[in-house]
Nanobody
Framework: QVQLVESGGGSVQAGGSLTLSCVAPRYTHASNCMAWIRQAPGKEERERVASIEPDGRTYYSDFVKGRFTITLDHAKNTVDLLMSSLKPEDTAMYYC???????????????WGQGTQVTVSS
């Protein structure tokens, strides 16, 4: 049963924008944090690019700071990632993720979405 449902991925030229959305009706209120995590082609490790905690505190990786914005809507149970000034190196599978216990780290993710592909061409 898929519990986190992502949408909004696609192909865009460098400099363009995309918004990813994650519907998470069971997790936006229950999670220690909700995160967007990406895995680039050919890489094994997954990278946390942005996360948000219930009190609104946010984290952004240095690679996306100033270009990406994460938002949490408790009423709609959604976590969105607004991506602008996209670069070819942002090409990756993007996953919505929930951490129920512990710190907001990739290793602590309890629930993963199925992923949505983002491709940025130069």
């Amino acid at each position: 049963q898929v519990q986190l449902v992502e949408s909004g991925g696609g192909s865009v030229q460098a400099g363009g924008s995309l918004t990813l959305s994650c519907v998470a009706p069971r997790y936006t209120h229950a999670s220690n944090c909700m995160a967007w995590i990406r895995q680039a082609p050919g890489k094994e490790e997954r990278e946390r690019v942005a996360s948000i905690e219930p009190d609104g505190r946010t984290y952004y990786s240095d690679f996306v700071k100033g270009r990406f914005t994460i938002t949490l809507d408790h009423a709609k149970n959604t976590v969105d990632l607004l991506m602008s000034s996209l670069k070819p190196e942002d090409t990756a599978m993007y996953y919505c993720a929930s951490v129920l216990f512990g710190s907001c780290a990739v290793s602590n993710v309890d629930v993963w979405g199925q992923g949505t592909q983002v491709t940025v061409s130069s």
